[in-house]
């Protein structure tokens, strides 16, 4: 007992477990985060909602006419099929 108490008084070793122990925390943040955080990639989302989700966000005030013509712009890009050479 009296060797790992020497061991884990040298610098190098207390910034070692100080490292581990962040790390570690970051981890588990992290899929507490992924837990509790709605699924935004999935499927369920399509242009009509997000469309009309803009569309409520500038009636509240949160962007400009200006905003939501060209969001509208991009989702009607994103609707249209690519075309590839």
């Known amino acids: 007992m009296g ?6 008084s040298h ?3 207390l910034a070692t477990v ?6 570690i925390i970051a981890v588990v943040g ?3 985060a992924q837990r509790l955080r709605p699924a935004t ?3 369920d989302t399509n242009v009509e909602d997000l469309a009309a989700n ?4 500038q009636r509240e005030g949160d962007i400009t006419d200006a905003e939501l ?9 994103s609707k249209r099929p ?4």
């Open 69 to 77: 013509r060209r969001i509208q712009t991009v989702l009607g890009e």
């Open 18 to 23: 100080a490292v581990l122990a962040v790390s």
């Open 30 to 32: 992290y899929y507490i």
């Open 41 to 43: 990639g999935t499927g």
């Open 54 to 57: 803009f569309a409520e966000m």
């Open 11 to 13: 610098p190098a070793a």
């Open 82 to 85: 690519s075309v590839e050479e």
């Open 3 to 8: 060797d790992l108490r020497a061991i884990l």
